[in-house]
């Protein structure tokens, strides 16, 4: 029998170039798009994000107290990235690489604008969501009292650690929910995986992320454990910093510098 040749794999990998150009694009859409779209994208973001803590909570309150008990729970931090990202709401963090590479390219006076259109609308955005799903859940009520108390469970941690410590944990937040952005371009299939891994690291080192965090907060506002001035002073503005730290100055300089002398 003729010896048949193997044929060689293509490779399927998309090339960091290539992923650069894509999130250039990206950002440059999202900063195109009207203002009530991102408001209500974001408004969406916001309460979609919130099922992390519900998902949490709900893991927190059906576990049995063991030490397997916070790394599984883990997991349920995941929920709202996966439904946030798949159906492509704005989600302020995401935002931190998708809207600042587009500057990196083209520095001006018009650009910067446009990101903060984009950042200050998306934010706000956010924050109402969340605002309405904490009071929905706290005010309103769809859970049980074991419940409710394993969502104020689960949110208590991030109000116990100190200013600096926040800005200093929502560092490494920004920096893996970038990293995430960076990656799905590769992920061909398997979107899916790069969600869950990258927010799984947040919530398995106790990082601080403000969106999921505002939820956090606002729950143990309306429960009437923090007052609203340490909520915002002491957790997201801390959390807001860091994650800027690390999705902007961080990661996309890291990203932009392996392609700078490679894009047009």
């Known amino acids: 029998m003729p010896e048949?040749?193997?044929?060689?794999?293509?490779n399927t990998?998309?090339?960091?170039?290539?992923?650069?150009?894509?999130?250039?694009?990206?950002?440059?859409?999202?900063?195109?798009?009207?203002l009530g779209s991102l408001?209500?994208?974001?408004?969406?973001?916001?309460?979609?994000?919130?099922t992390s803590v519900i998902a949490e909570g709900l893991l927190h309150n059906?576990?049995?107290?063991?030490?397997?008990?916070?790394?599984?729970?883990?997991?349920?931090?995941?929920?709202?990235?996966?439904l946030v990202v798949l159906g492509r709401m704005q989600l302020f963090t995401e935002n931190t690489i998708t809207a600042v590479l587009p500057l990196m390219a083209r520095t001006t006076?018009?650009?910067?604008?446009?990101?903060a259109r984009l950042w200050s609308v998306v934010f706000a955005a956010n924050m109402l969501g969340t605002l309405v799903a904490a009071t929905f859940t706290?005010?309103?009520g769809f859970a049980t009292p074991e419940q409710l108390a394993a969502f104020h469970e689960v949110s208590r941690p991030l109000m116990e650690k100190r200013?600096?410590?926040?800005?200093?944990?929502?560092?490494?937040?920004?920096?893996?929910v970038a990293a995430m952005v960076w990656m799905l371009p590769n992920a061909r299939g398997s979107e899916i995986w790069v969600i869950v891994i990258a927010t799984y690291m947040i919530a398995l080192g106790g990082f601080a992320h403000v969106v999921v965090g505002s939820m956090e907060a606002f729950l143990l506002?309306?429960?009437?454990?923090?007052?609203?001035?340490?909520?915002?002073?002491?957790?997201?503005?801390?959390a807001f910093i860091g994650n800027v730290l690390g999705g902007t100055v961080l990661f996309s300089l890291l990203a932009y510098g392996q392609v700078r002398q490679e894009i047009d």
């Open 138 to 140: 706290d005010v309103i």
């Open 62 to 82: 059906s576990l049995p107290d063991s030490p397997w008990r916070v790394p599984l729970e883990a997991f349920g931090y995941c929920v709202g990235f996966v």
């Open 109 to 115: 006076r018009g650009s910067l604008i446009c990101i």
């Open 163 to 176: 200013w600096l410590e926040t800005l200093l944990h929502g560092i490494p937040a920004g920096f893996f």
């Open 4 to 10: 048949t040749q193997s044929r060689p794999v293509p």
């Open 221 to 238: 506002v309306l429960a009437g454990e923090v007052a609203i001035v340490d909520a915002l002073w002491g957790c997201l503005l801390p």
């Open 39 to 50: 408001w209500w994208s974001g408004v969406a973001a916001g309460i979609a994000i919130s």
């Open 13 to 34: 990998r998309v090339s960091a170039r290539a992923i650069y150009q894509t999130i250039r694009r990206d950002g440059e859409e999202e900063m195109a798009r009207p």
